[in-house]
């Protein structure tokens, strides 16, 4: 069964960090472009970040871009989302999701084509 977990969301204060971890279950992330994204309540699903599978490229949206960080561990069939100085805005349903596209990612969750179920991530003092 193919299955994408995210777990490492939860309460942090602003300027904090947290790490996120999406692993995968059932299929190999090795040959998958791998997305984040998140959805605030009343806004739409929004492209944070991806990783290729080829290269290891990546994408950040410019509302991140400085302090999140992915990376992926094949050997462990998992990618990180590492989000430092956090900030109220970032407050959302963090998903992950995986793209079986060789070169590149896309920040569109319409080329995504496995879904985890979401962490949640709240940023507030």
């Known amino acids: 069964q193919v299955q994408l977990v995210e777990s490492g969301g939860g309460l942090v204060q602003p300027g904090g960090s947290l790490r996120l971890s999406c692993a995968a279950s059932g299929f190999t992330l090795d040959y998958y472009a791998i997305g984040w994204f998140r959805q605030a309540p009343g806004k739409e699903r929004e492209g944070v970040s991806c990783?290729?599978?080829?290269?290891?490229?990546?994408y950040y949206a410019d509302s991140v871009k400085g302090r999140f960080t992915i990376s992926r561990d094949n050997a462990k069939n998992t990618v990180y989302l590492q989000m430092n100085s956090l900030k109220p805005e970032d407050t959302a349903v963090y998903y992950c999701?995986?793209?079986?596209?060789?070169?590149?990612?896309?920040?569109?969750?319409?080329?995504?084509?496995?879904w985890g179920q979401g962490t949640q991530v709240t940023v507030s003092s």
């Open positions: 999701a995986a793209d079986d596209l060789r070169d590149g990612c896309y920040a569109d969750a319409r080329a995504y084509d496995y």
């Open positions: 990783i290729s599978s080829s290269d290891g490229s990546t």
